[in-house]
């Protein structure tokens, strides 16, 4: 009998890894799609209907969590019994934290400036260094198995992708 | 395609009667229902041939209503009780609705959605739109010689919760069966989708009558996806009106017009418009009650001038959507346009520079959401297609709750592939606090203020504890159709108290049963009738998909013990089905329903597997 509770990775057959294969599952995500939708039951009776509606719910919330990598990486250590992202998990590196109030401070000005320029540049250092971590995840989840380090590389992740969506929504204001 | 047979129920049996199944575009300024008939998605004329159904209902003193052109044309000698673009009030507080002097109607503030009041009564939008919906209704039946099993009914992707609720409640008032609500430029790529075989990433422009709407969707081996959506539910054709409507104003120099006036003189506008989209000039006569005459000639150039700032308000949601989708301009393989309102050559002009390529218009823009509903309808309904397709949609905007200090707490975000569900823990604040208030909200603005409120409930008995040591657990639930539904639970001490609810704005069952009975006041039998009818219908489906799964996979998941006791219960309901008695047929089906969760459940889970082992063998194949 198929488990209800069982890990996402495993849901869709996949191993469970950091590095993913993209196209594997996109592929298996849209054939039980195509399997299980509510709309495959539109006319089905209401036992069916239901299942379908809760097993659809479940298999969109692992898809969502396994096709972004800050997600799927906070899921792996939370298998380990890991919650990176606990308020009372706040550790981070000083320096790290000095670089990243310089860069809040030059998106506030050129956001004050409205200096494209600027907020170019910001994108793309900061998207570089999501990589970066995205990299180092890899390596700390699947080859050391070194969990704790992974754990701050999440967080440092977060603060990344949070100025990331701020300069986002700066060129929003600018255009 | 073996694989594919186990996911629908019903289907594979020996060929069946066509279930007769409608798409439905309830538009702002003009509404269509549209059917697949030997293969074809066609529009369903009226007796006149008319395929549009203008979404004008007029109220008459004796309480009867007249509904569309006919209301139309009346709508300048009557306009207090003609109701044009109704589903601009659908789902709205009297503060939503902009312009509101502009309109000659009697508002009445109402909590939750504003009524209108006529001579026939004060009105809601929800019952001005079933009027709409039930004069499409009788136009399908008479033009497809049978009742109909359903409708999927389509609505901007932009609408909120509580918008859908409101069009969900006025389908169940005109007596429809609802088998989906679907996003319009959804139902629009459905159509181009089909026809054209098309790949890729696309985007629709929707600019219709009160609502402007973009999506990007990507379509894959029969899979639709909608990645991104965004817009403006207060932006539309109207909005073009009313700019040459205060141009008229400014140039003729008049200031006092009456009721009668107002509505004359929009109607020229809107007609001023129609002519810009062939022609390089317009005129506009028109004769006041007042007896003075405005004669003025308004060129192309003048109307882009004046509507320009609206053509470019239509670009920043696009601008957002493509953001949304992570995608850039050049990444679009085509633009599909929908809405009267493309027809205006500077929307085409500025759509094609933004996008980097002439719009797709070879489908009537007017039309194309009927016909994908329709297409969409006729698979829902069991009517096999012909091609398999699926479709993921989206929640339009995210959900969340208040939090301390009037802030925003998402829950669900954006574009989030529905059915979807999401649960987060909260706690309390005070020592001894046995209570919490929840305060549902929509949007994406982080203070709650500017957020759209979308319910409001308590949990009650929660034990006696310290600040901080009770857990609550909120859950989000988005239907297939986009609607929400919450409940919460306190889990620190294993006591749970559990409250779901439906959004404020939505009318609930008592509600809609009460007009129900209003519009069948003097016909007790026939509600009756329609109940027995109703629930026979639904026995009848229920004893369809249960045959269907029993001779596809009873022998191989029921034992001879748990098959006969389907079987029992079965026979049991089709003897139910043959009397008269609404308690009987509904107990019967309610048993049949029981009986047959295992049944379902392993079928779900052989579903899955075989998805699974299906993905596995396509992978060996490359």
Redesign the interface.
């Known amino acids: 009998?198929?488990d209800f509770s069982r890990d996402h990775f495993a849901l869709?057959?996949l191993p469970a890894s950091y590095a993913l294969d993209g196209a594997?599952l996109d592929?298996?995500y849209?054939?039980?799609?195509?399997?299980?939708?509510?709309?495959?039951?539109?006319?089905?009776?209401?036992?069916?209907q239901r299942?379908?509606?809760q097993?659809?719910?479940r298999v969109?919330?692992a898809?969502?969590t396994l096709r972004r990598p800050f997600d799927r990486a906070n899921y792996l250590l939370q298998l380990q019994g890991i919650h990176a992202m606990d308020a009372n998990n706040t550790s981070m590196p000083m320096d790290f934290l000095m670089q990243h109030m310089e860069w809040s401070e030059e998106l506030a000005d050129a956001k004050k400036a409205q200096d494209v320029a600027v907020l170019d540049r910001l994108e793309k250092t900061l998207r570089n260094e999501a990589r970066d971590f995205q990299a180092q995840l890899a390596e700390q989840i699947d080859q050391h198995h070194d969990y704790p380090a992974a754990s701050e590389t999440l967080r440092k992740l977060r603060f990344t992708d949070k100025l990331l969506a701020e300069v986002?929504s700066a060129?929003?204001l600018i255009? | 395609m073996a694989l594919l047979q186990i996911s629908e129920p019903g289907l594979s049996t020996a060929p069946h009667q066509h279930r007769l199944a409608v798409g439905i575009d309830l538009g702002t300024t003009n509404s269509l229902v549209a059917t697949v008939r030997n293969g074809v998605s066609v529009v369903l004329n009226d007796a006149h041939g008319h395929g549009l159904l203008p979404s004008v209902v007029r109220y008459l003193v004796d309480g009867s209503t007249s509904v569309g052109y006919v209301a139309q044309a009346q709508a300048a000698e009557d306009p207090h009780n003609t109701i044009i673009s109704a589903k601009r009030f659908m789902g709205r507080g009297i503060k939503d609705i902009p312009d509101l002097s502009t309109m000659p109607y009697k508002f009445v503030d109402a909590p939750g959605m504003v009524q209108i009041r006529t001579a026939a009564g004060v009105k809601s939008p929800v019952e001005i739109s079933s009027e709409i919906l039930k004069a499409l209704k009788a136009r399908a039946e008479a033009s497809l010689g049978g009742e109909l099993v359903g409708a999927v009914i389509t609505v901007p992707a932009y609408f909120d919760d509580a918008q859908r609720q409101a069009t969900k409640d006025a389908a169940r008032l005109a007596g429809l069966n609802v088998l989906r609500l679907l996003n319009e430029p959804t139902a629009a790529a459905i159509a181009y989708g089909l026809d054209n075989a098309a790949e890729g990433i696309y985007a629709v422009y929707d600019l219709g009558g009160g609502t402007f709407d973009i999506s990007i969707l990507k379509l894959t081996r029969g899979v639709f996806e909608v990645l991104a959506t965004n817009g403006d539910s207060a932006l539309g054709g109207d909005d073009f009106d009313r700019r040459i409507y205060c141009w008229v104003l400014e140039q003729a120099k008049v200031h006092t017009l009456d009721d009668r006036d107002k509505t004359l003189l929009m109607a020229r506008a809107r007609e001023a418009k129609e002519t810009l989209s062939e022609h390089t000039s317009a005129h506009i006569t028109v004769v006041l009650s007042t007896g003075e005459v405005v004669n003025l000639n308004l060129s192309e150039e003048t109307f882009n001038e004046m509507t320009a700032s609206l053509v470019n308000k239509t670009l920043l949601p696009c601008r957002k959507a493509l953001r949304d989708a992570g995608l850039a301009a050049e990444e679009v393989k085509g633009v599909v346009m929908v809405g009267g309102s493309t027809r205006i050559p500077r929307v085409q002009a500025a759509v094609g520079d933004f996008f980097g390529q002439t719009p797709l218009t070879n489908l009537d823009p007017d039309k194309v959401v009927s016909l994908g509903a329709a297409i969409q309808a006729n698979v829902l309904a069991g009517n096999k297609a012909g091609e398999d397709w699926l479709l993921l949609d989206v929640v339009p905007l995210s959900l969340g709750l208040e939090t301390m200090g009037g802030l925003t707490e998402k829950i669900i975000p954006r574009n989030a592939t529905i059915p979807t569900a999401r649960a987060q823990e909260f706690t309390t604040y005070k020592d001894g606090q046995t209570a919490m208030s929840i305060h549902v909200v929509q949007g994406e603005r982080e203070l709650v203020a500017d957020c759209r409120s979308l319910a409001r409930f308590e949990l009650r008995g929660i034990p006696p504890m310290v600040a901080g040591a009770a857990r609550i657990r909120v859950t989000f639930q988005v239907d297939a159709d986009g609607l929400l539904s919450v409940s919460a639970r306190e889990l620190g001490t294993g006591v749970e108290s559990h409250i779901a609810v439906k959004p404020s704005y939505g009318l609930g069952d008592d509600e809609v049963a009460r007009m129900l009975q209003d519009s069948y006041a003097h016909a007790q039998d026939d509600m009756t009738a329609r109940n027995l009818a109703e629930a026979k219908v639904d026995g009848r489906r229920l004893v369809d998909a249960t045959e269907a799964a029993l001779k596809e996979n009873g022998p191989a998941l029921l034992n001879e013990a748990e098959r006969t006791q389907v079987e029992k219960l079965l026979t049991g309901l089709q003897a139910a089905l043959d009397g008269n008695d609404l308690a009987a047929v509904k107990r019967a089906t309610e048993m049949l329903n029981q009986g047959t969760v295992e049944f379902a459940a392993r079928r779900m889970d052989m579903s899955v597997k075989q998805a699974l082992t299906g993905q596995r063998l396509d992978a060996l194949k490359l």
């Open positions: 009998m198929l869709f057959d594997r592929q298996a849209r054939d039980i799609q195509s399997e299980i939708h509510p709309d495959k039951f539109a006319h089905a009776g209401e036992a069916e299942l379908s509606m097993w659809t719910t969109n919330e898809y969502q986002g060129y929003e255009e």
